[in-house]
């Protein structure tokens, strides 16, 4: 991205040459707590950790003498063509991050022609997010409550508001135990304090735009009374099994996708039970700590529910590279959250575009040195080192 002069998010985002270095701007931007809230995972954080490394045991194996001058990136996800096999995953309170929010990423994901989820926890409404990019590949998220009444409601609100795609959380029958949040004091919003008046002399453009912008709620849940913790006790439902996926394939009548898959059996049950594609996910390493790595479960998965079902694979992804890594193993996508949350925290939309760019750039170069002109050249072409 070209820096313009006297623009200074320009000239802060033509710094950035990787995820990393987004995520470095971004971690000087904003306060600790909103910064680690994103980059941190559940208890020793051995998962996400894991995670990452998984990417670094990857080989690939290049062809040569292919003509690479021009390459095709593209694929296609539940029936609509995406520019990278990649999805821009579904996150909570996403205006915490920087005030632009989820309206951001829905027209920057539009813009680069990928797919983006909308969180049931976000801070963006439905209506809001499909209305400010009504040609993007818009997806909402759910958890299916234990008032069957408000997963109805909201499964109605996001049919008539246009939505493609139905994304069930289904590893979260309690939240994760983040001990970065908790040693933080992280609240939602966040809390005015000692420590958070003194962050604001450290951050104050953050916390400007936070005390002059809409005040940070869950837009979707406004008829919830009572507090966060009230309210995500309600919303996780412990008691959840296949048959409750199964009303929810009655009530949904478009295309339906189950998130947080970590066993082969699994995978087959929800199939069963009407999912047209799946996520195999740990949910970035924040829920279960030690659960399996989703890129060493991929291929498995993939084997296991056939070629009628698409398989996506999120957690440790934060290169082009990496993206292409997963299309090898069988992923028809890769699903990321941190990575362009760094660049919205950097630089709002402009920097979720950041990211994007920086994916692009990174997994065309990557086909090309693997002598691979489409998508489907890479099947077989990559290993995972054990």
Same mark, same amino acid.
């Given at each position: 991205m070209r820096a313009t002069r006297g623009d200074p998010v320009d000239r802060r985002l033509s710094r950035a040459h990787t995820i990393g270095d987004l995520a470095e701007i971004a971690r000087r931007r904003t306060p600790r707590s909103? %910064?680690?809230?994103?980059?941190?995972?559940?208890?020793?954080?051995?998962?996400?950790?894991?995670?990452?490394? /998984?990417?670094?045991?990857?080989?690939?194996?290049?062809?040569?003498?292919?003509? !690479? &001058?021009?390459? $095709? +990136? &593209?694929?296609?996800?539940?029936?609509?063509?995406?520019t990278l096999p990649l999805i821009l995953a579904p996150t909570g309170f996403t205006r915490m991050m920087q005030h632009e929010g989820e309206t951001a990423v829905a027209r920057a994901a539009?813009?680069? =022609?990928?797919?983006? /989820?909308? &969180?049931?926890?976000?801070?963006?409404?439905?209506e809001? !997010?499909?209305?400010?990019?009504?040609?993007?590949? @818009?997806? %909402?998220?759910?958890y299916l409550w234990k $008032?069957?009444?408000?997963?109805?409601?909201?499964v109605e609100r996001a049919a008539q508001a246009g939505v493609d795609v139905l994304v069930l959380?289904?590893?979260?029958?309690?939240?994760? @135990? *983040?001990?970065?949040d908790v040693r933080n004091g992280m609240t939602i919003p966040p809390t005015l304090n000692?420590?958070?008046?003194?962050?604001?002399?450290?951050?104050?453009?953050?916390?400007? @735009?936070?005390?002059?912008?809409?005040?940070?709620? %869950?837009? @979707?849940? +406004?008829? %919830?009374?009572?507090?966060?913790g009230e309210l995500v006790k309600s919303m996780f439902d412990p008691a959840? +099994?296949?048959?409750?996926?199964?009303?929810?394939?009655?009530?949904?009548?478009?295309?339906? !996708?189950?998130? =947080?898959?970590?066993? !082969?059996?699994?995978?087959?049950?929800?199939? $069963? /039970?009407? /999912?047209?594609?799946?996520v195999v996910s740990n949910h970035g390493g924040r829920q279960l700590d030690r659960a399996p790595t989703p890129l060493e479960l991929l291929p498995e998965v993939v084997d296991a529910v056939g070629s009628g079902v698409e398989v996506y694979v999120d957690t440790g992804i934060t290169t082009g590279s990496d993206l292409i890594a997963a299309v090898g193993l069988g992923a028809t996508a890769g699903m990321v959250g941190r990575a362009y949350l760094y660049g919205l925290m950097a630089g709002?939309? *402009?920097?979720? +575009?950041?990211?994007? $760019?920086?994916?692009?750039?990174?997994?065309?170069?990557?086909?090309?040195?693997? =002598?691979?002109?489409?998508?489907?050249?890479? *099947?077989?072409r990559v290993t995972l080192r054990r």
């Open positions: 909103v %910064f680690e809230y994103v980059s941190g995972g559940a208890e020793g954080e051995v998962g996400i950790e894991r995670a990452r490394a /998984a990417y670094e045991r990857i080989e690939f194996r290049p062809h040569v003498f292919r003509d !690479v &001058s021009a390459v $095709d +990136t &593209s694929t296609s996800i539940l029936g609509r063509t995406a539009a813009a680069a =022609g990928v797919p983006y /989820a909308l &969180s049931t926890m976000g801070t963006a409404t439905i809001d !997010v499909t209305s400010t990019a009504p040609t993007g590949a @818009n997806w %909402f998220q759910l $008032d069957r009444a408000a997963s109805r409601d909201l959380t289904v590893d979260t029958p309690v939240p994760g @135990n *983040r001990l970065r000692v420590r958070t008046l003194a962050d604001m002399t450290r951050h104050p453009s953050w916390w400007l @735009n936070l005390l002059t912008t809409q005040p940070l709620e %869950f837009a @979707n849940l +406004t008829s %919830f009374e009572g507090t966060v959840l +099994t296949l048959a409750d996926l199964e009303w929810l394939r009655s009530e949904w009548p478009g295309k339906l !996708v189950v998130k =947080g898959i970590q066993d !082969v059996a699994d995978a087959r049950d929800v199939v $069963d /039970a009407g /999912a047209d594609a799946l709002g939309q *402009r920097g979720v +575009t950041s990211a994007l $760019d920086i994916f692009r750039s990174e997994a065309t170069r990557t086909m090309q040195l693997m =002598g691979a002109q489409t998508l489907t050249d890479l *099947r077989g």
